[in-house]
Each structure stands twice: as structure tokens, then as C-alpha cells.
């Protein structure tokens, strides 16, 4: 008997809270950095390109840790292997509120970034698991929509526990980094008895190709740049948005908290807007479940290249609403590449995942330590936000000239 025939029909929709959850502790762990990053910065005497590197550790760590957990999650039992993952990272988040300068606290937001890597594989596997086709684009809507609940909750939980102390930002990384050993309790209790590592059965063509032809394919490769333009607009935004809010527009620490709670709200909303366009579009309107993907990604990068916008506006609700907006449309972004990658093979799943992690982190994460370069040379933080607005634009093109259809699908065509 499968697992989804195990339980009841609302039982996958339950399971894909708790990912939720997990993506919530994923980035309460991950966004600390960034909602002390002017503290921190002051603490340890931190130039702008040395707050990068901490962000290109992490995203290096990130990427190994992507190969790594993406080959071991379709070889090694996702019911014991998420929660070491999550208790992993969880531990590291914590030991980080402990670092007492530059070098421990760069050694820590290594190890993090590796552990924390491990997530995607195994969410993805398991949303594909238990998800229909039709319905994974809102499964994964609500699987990536824990990363702006993460990132809401985090500032208020900043503001909570600092005080004027400089070095307050320490037990923050302490309480949240706790966190996530509960959910591992929880994931065990539920997933008890389940049958979630048994793969699903072949349904398209796609299942018969293996590891080595898949990685040479054009469609491989496109969704490789795909996920570069995308990560780009949504990690800037994530690390650089405090220090733009107030250094570069004069808001103070308690104004800037406050938005960021705003502005990850509004990153959920367009996460589930993208999700529920999806169902519309292929329920209501027929589309094919890709064409709908497509359609939704392309609508998502008008929204981040407001970024344009951006060096004409000064601090003001027009400036903070232009941001909202941008911050919708990156993270409607990930649902669909998350759709996108579970279309190329029913097999390798949590392998092509870890590749396209390992390829995307390695590629990006540089662009924190050239953005603080950016910063430190143009005294402003404005470029390098409007280019990051601007990146999505290449998977448009991507999926255009590199994708090729050629399996059929359940309207009729082709993807």
C-alpha cells in the first residue's frame, strides 16, 4: 500500500505544513545574520567586503552541502535523514550566538550554510512523494512560503530579545537555532510508519533517462540559469535589505526590523499567489501544469524589475512599496524552478536538486563579497539591488531557447 493511499486525502496537505515549518526554521536560522548585521558589523570592526565573505562562506558550504545531502537523500531513508539535517543546523545557528570574533563566527556560518543545504533535497523529495503533478506547484508554494514566515517572525523575535547591549544579538541566534530540535520530535511522530522513501511510479517519459544524460540535456541547463537569475534577486534582497534600509535611506533599527517583517509578509503573499494561479490556470483555464509554471515565472520578474525604481526614490512609503512589491515577485519565483526540477526525472530527484544547489550557490554566493565591493566603492547600495532586480529575466530566456519539449502531457501538447 503507497503512503498516499495510507492515510487520508488531507494527509499531504498536513505533511506539506510541517515543510513549511521546517523552511521557517531553515531561514529564522539563516536571516538572523542579516537582521544584526549592523550590530555585528560594529562589534567585530567588519568592512563591508568582510560582511560578504560571511555570506560567500555560507553559500560555498551551502553548495557542497547540496551535493552532498542531494545524493544521500535518494540513497539513505528521508525518515532519519531530515531531522539529523535539521538538528545539524539548528545546533550550528545556535553555537553561532556564541562566537566571540570574525574568524569563529565565519567558521560557524560555514557549517550552517552546509547543514542547511540538506533541507531542499529532502523537502523536494518529499513533496514529490506524496504531491500529484497538478498540485505540486502549491505544494511547493507552501513549502518555500516557510522562508518569508521565517524571515516575518525573526525580526520581532530580534526586537524582543536585544537591547541597547551591542552584543544582544547574541541570544537570538540561541532561541531560534532551539527552535528547530523540536520540530524534529514532531517530523518523527508523524512520519511514523510511513512509506515516504519508496519512490513514486514512472509516469513520464522522463523516468527512463538516467543521471549522466540528464545533466547533459539542454533542459537541464536551463533551468541552471533559471535558478542563478533567481537566487540572485532573492538572496541580495535577503542579505543587503537591512543595511540599505539604514545606511543607505537613514531608517533606524527599529523602522527596518519592522518592514522586514512587512516586506517577507508581502514574499509570502506572492508565494501563495503563485501557487493558487497555478491550480486557476490549470484547473479553470486548462493550461498545461508547465505552460502555467511559465506563465506564472514571467509575471513574477515584471514585479522584481521594479528594482529600476529604486535610485530615484528616497526614504518614504513609495520607496517601502516599490520594495514589497519587488519581494512578492522573488520568492513567487521558487515554486515554480522547485515544479520545473521534479519535471525532469521521477528517478533523481534529490540529485538533481543538490546539483543545481551546488551549481547555483557556487556561482552567486561571489556576488555578495562584489556587491559589498559595490557598496564600499559607490558609497550606495542602489546598483547592485537594481541588478539583482533585473536577473530573473534570464531564465525567461533560458526556458525559451533551451528547454525543449518533447514529452506528452495531460492537455494534450507537449513539455
Known sequence: ???????????????????????????????TLANASVRVTREFGLSEQQYGNLELAFGWAFAVG???????????????????????????????????????????RTLLGFMEAGHWPCALKTTFAVLDEKDRTMGNSVLQSGASIGAILTPQVMKMLMTEELGSWRSAFVVV??????????????????????????????????????????????????????????????????????????????????????????????????????????????????????SIYRGACVFTSLSVCLPFL??????????????????????????????????????????????????TSPLHKGFGWIADTTHSYDVGLVIAGLAPWLGVLAMQGLWVRRTPDACGGVT
Open 314 to 363: 528616497k526614504q518614504g512609503p513609495t520607496l517601502l512599496v516599490v520594495l514589497l512589491l519587488i519581494g512578492a515577485g522573488a520568492l513567487a519565483l521558487f515554486p515554480c524552478y522547485y515544479s520545473f526540477v521534479q519535471e525532469l526525472s521521477d528517478q533523481h530527484v534529490g540529485r538533481l536538486t543538490g546539483l543545481l544547489s551546488l551549481w547555483v550557490w557556487a556561482v
Open 66 to 108: 547540496s551535493l552532498v545531502f542531494g545524493f544521500l537523500a535518494d540513497r539513505v531513508r528521508i525518515y532519519g535523514l531530515y531531522p539529523c539535517v535539521l538538528a545539524g543546523w539548528s545546533l550550528m545557528g545556535m553555537i553561532s550566538g556564541w562566537a566571540e570574533d570574525y574568524t569563529q563566527l565565519l567558521f560557524c
Open 177 to 294: 537555532g532551539a527552535l528547530g530540535l523540536v520540530w524534529v520530535v514532531v517530523w518523527l511522530w508523524m512520519m511514523r510508519g510511513s512509506r515516504l522513501d519508496h519512490p513514486p511510479p514512472s509516469m513520464t517519459a522522463s523516468a527512463a533517462l538516467g543521471l549522466r544524460e540528464i545533466l547533459f540535456s539542454r533542459r537541464f541547463w536551463a533551468l541552471a540559469v533559471l535558478i542563478t537569475g533567481t537566487q540572485t534577486v532573492w538572496h541580495i534582497y535577503r542579505v543587503w535589505l537591512m543595511k540599505f534600509l539604514q545606511t543607505g535611506r537613514g531608517y533606524t533599527e527599529e523602522a527596518a526590523l519592522n518592514f522586514q517583517s512587512a516586506y517577507y509578509l508581502a514574499t509570502d503573499l506572492g508565494c501563495f499567489i503563485a501557487g493558487a494561479l497555478s491550480l486557476w490556470l490549470v484547473r479553470k483555464k486548462g493550461l498545461c501544469a508547465h505552460d502555467a509554471r511559465r
Open 1 to 31: 500500500m503507497s503512503f498516499m493511499t495510507a492515510h487520508s486525502s488531507s494527509w499531504k496537505w498536513w505533511i506539506a505544513g510541517l515543510l513549511l515549518l521546517a523552511t521557517t526554521i531553515n531561514y529564522m536560522d539563516r536571516v
